[in-house]
């Protein structure tokens, strides 16, 4: 293998494939990027226990100016690659792998010689059926990340819990996280005919995933296979296992009807909100009250030791009965930060029932739900 | 005490003595933020065992839009009310001392109330005899600082090495630290007639005079006291420890006869040299070598398990005897680092003598010694 190419290009693939590498896993060879540069250009893959990410340069590509000398491989320490390239004088290295599995990178004057390992070595990636496609655009796939990722458990107790359930039906894609204290689910349309599917993606490869993409404008197709799942770009194969096990039934957990609504601007609520917990994050119990009325909502933050916040909101609309509930801010914080710049609608219940937030125009289907804490 | 101020101008005093201020201590009070509202405006004071910091922001200030309506002191505690001041919902906050020394902070409609301390009870800071004081411009105390601070001592097995060693007579002011394995000098000349000194300030206290500066084209005030020294600027009074105890004399250190000397543009060598350490950092033995022969000079870095390094340098000058040094590489690059872009002399006595390191143009008094590591 001999190459010259664009230092910068190189480091760019190799920090995708990194998201994948661990500097802690028990197989030494994963601490390692594989490289292997065949006719059309450039592959890198990076893998752990849940993810594995191949990219791939073509050498079509002109910013990266990439000649190719003669096709081969190796693996190579990721993290000691990525300083070097970060440092090397010139702006275009070359890269020949030697006996022995070593490798020369020489760029201006400097001259490194590294010791390798035999790409034969590698653990091969999943053999991924691509007849079952589903294709989405990377921003849609992105922002249901965004409005669902973060819902999921971080407890090992329950693992099913720490993924994101999606179900494939009926034309629908419905993505539902659940930690036990909130949920927040999202459906969108879909328009391709492809094969229903019902599977649960680990949050955390979710949010490597949504932070992987570099075109938001491209389309990803999705397959599915018995325990893996291939998120597929242009430039990027991104693998993620599937966790295994029944998820909840969530579906009959949403209200249908309610006692007392409130319309708020989500980003000055978020603010409030964020005021308050500043009080109720120095107490025992983060909690935070609110007192709706006919003609105000009061939000109260308090912390005996610490001092007490008090705030009249700004809301667009009442409706329904009177109703103090108090609720654990962190929650709220998360869920208002979801929706965006948007007008939401709370809906409540009771003090001792979940309420949901929605978008107060219909157009999007989106809801989420947090259970209260009861204070007396 | 009640006034109002733009809460920006508010919490950028905060962050001025909040650098004195460790949530870590075990004096409680000293967790708080001491202010005192007067008639000529807001005094904030922090402290912990090694500085003391107190800002002061008049009321001429037309930025800070204050109004005093009624003096007084309070003592809060510091992080929880730089969280309040950021999450504010208007530019404007009231505040005013109620009873049991508890606060109101008012901004829109967020009303928080707040437990304080007497401001009574907050340890006096330090008198100071402001008759001896040396006058500076601060961008030449933080040049200094920069240039000597990196090389006190970490340890406290000395703990006199902690600190700098500045010394005041014959019209020159001497910075010098060194933790034993490199040292950096200074020396610059001081035009007006003070008292001479002699005393030890602990590195710590040094960088974070150093970062609270807010104005390089102000005068700064050194005053000295039996263990005690006072920096002094418009808007802030800078109170630190100083170390007792006696100084190496570190003057004999510095050698005056060389055997071989090269000269190099700094930031030039400083990257070869990161990029060497790249190597080193990963064997047992943290060193780097160069050869120096009378038409070339070469960097070479190892790790038996990992790789090597070896670049030709780029050089202006080499006079003097071949040499083969090895030497720690990160001394070699602070050394560097506080050189900057100008071009520096290297000069060499033997494989086994300390060498120096000196701006090539003579018009600034300024010398770095590095201990190299015996190979063999």
Same sequence: chains 1, 2.
Avoid: C, W
Wanted: aromatic residues 6%; negative net charge.
């Amino acid at each position: 293998m001999k190459l010259t190419i664009k230092r910068t290009s190189l480091l760019q693939e190799l920090q995708t494939v990194q998201r994948a590498i661990s500097s802690k896993t028990t197989i030494p060879i994963l601490t390692g990027v594989k490289i292997v540069l065949a006719d059309e250009g450039l592959y890198l893959t990076g893998s752990n226990a849940d993810i594995s990410i191949e990219s791939f340069l073509t050498k079509e590509d002109e910013k990266a100016k990439m000649t190719i000398f003669k096709t081969g491989s190796i693996v190579l320490q990721a993290r000691f690659l990525g300083e070097i390239l970060r440092k090397l004088p010139e702006d275009i290295v070359t890269m020949e792998v030697l006996e022995n599995n070593q490798i020369s990178i020489v760029s201006g004057k400097a001259d490194f010689i590294v010791n390798g390992q035999d790409a034969e070595n590698y653990p091969h990636l999943p053999v991924i059926d691509t007849k079952n496609q589903m294709e989405i655009p990377v921003h849609l796939l992105t922002k249901i990340i965004n409005e669902t990722g973060f819902a999921v458990s971080m407890h090992e107790s329950r693992p099913i819990l720490t993924g994101v359930h999606f179900i494939l039906s009926e034309q629908k894609l419905l993505a539902v996280a659940t930690d036990s204290h909130r949920l927040s689910q999202r459906i969108i349309p879909i328009e391709q005919m492809v094969e229903n599917f019902d599977i649960v993606i680990p949050g955390k490869s979710l949010q490597e995933l949504s932070r992987s993409f570099v075109n938001e404008e491209e389309q990803v197709e999705i397959s599915i296979m018995e325990n893996q799942v291939l998120f597929k770009t242009k430039n990027m194969y991104f693998y993620s296992r599937l966790l295994e096990g029944n998820y909840p039934d969530t579906n009959r957990l949403i209200p249908a009807t309610f006692n007392t609504e409130v319309e708020f601007y989500g980003p000055k609520l978020l603010s409030a909100i964020e005021r308050a917990s500043l009080l109720s994050h120095e107490g025992r119990n983060n909690i935070v009250r609110l007192s709706i009325s006919p003609d105000s909502v009061i939000l109260y933050g308090n912390s005996p030791e610490i001092g007490k916040v008090e705030e009249s909101l700004n809301y667009e609309h009442i409706t329904g009965d009177t109703l103090d509930i108090s609720f654990n801010p962190d929650y709220m914080k998360d869920a208002l930060r979801a929706f965006g710049e948007m007008n939401i609608t709370i809906k409540f219940i009771s003090p001792i029932r979940p309420f949901t937030l929605e978008p107060t125009e219909a157009d999007v289907n989106f809801v989420q739900l947090i259970t209260p804490v009861r204070t007396n």
